[in-house]
Nanobody, 128 residues
Framework: QAQLVESGGGLVQPGGSLRLSCAAS????????IGWFRRAPGKEREGVSC????????YYADSVKGRFTISRDNAKNTVYLQMNSLKPEDTAVYYC?????????????????????WGQGTQVTVSS
């Protein structure tokens, strides 16, 4: 019954912005480390950004630093990914994942396989 549902994807022009949402149901996100991952055609899954369950620490892949911002609103049981200055290289299916057992945000994002729950993904296409 635990479920993560991503939303907010779509088609956007280069330089544009999108805000992705990851809403949890069947469990609460308060004590979970959350990560955003993406998979582009022909490429391996990549950790984009992760956020801690406690101290608010964050991790960003080098390719998105300065452009993407991860945040969480535990009252709404939702995690967000604000994506600005989008590039065609950002085109991918974006997934969110939640992990209950303690981990660092770096390990969550770099190892890419630490999630207990995964969403089905939302398509982001950056094209003119």
């Amino acid at each position: 019954q635990a479920q993560l549902v991503e939303s907010g994807g779509g088609l956007v022009q280069p330089g544009g912005s999108l805000r992705l949402s990851c809403a949890a149901s069947g469990f609460t996100l308060d004590y979970y480390t959350i990560g955003w991952f993406r998979r582009a055609p022909g490429k391996e899954r990549e950790g984009v950004s992760c956020i801690s369950s406690s101290d608010g620490s964050t991790y960003y892949a080098d390719s998105v630093k300065g452009r993407f911002t991860i945040s969480r609103d535990n009252a709404k049981n939702t995690v967000y990914l604000q994506m600005n200055s989008l590039k065609p290289e950002d085109t991918a299916v974006y997934y969110c994942a939640a992990r209950r057992r303690p981990t660092t945000v770096q390990r969550m994002c770099v190892m890419t396989s630490r999630g207990d729950y995964w969403g089905q993904g939302t398509q982001v296409t950056v094209s003119s």
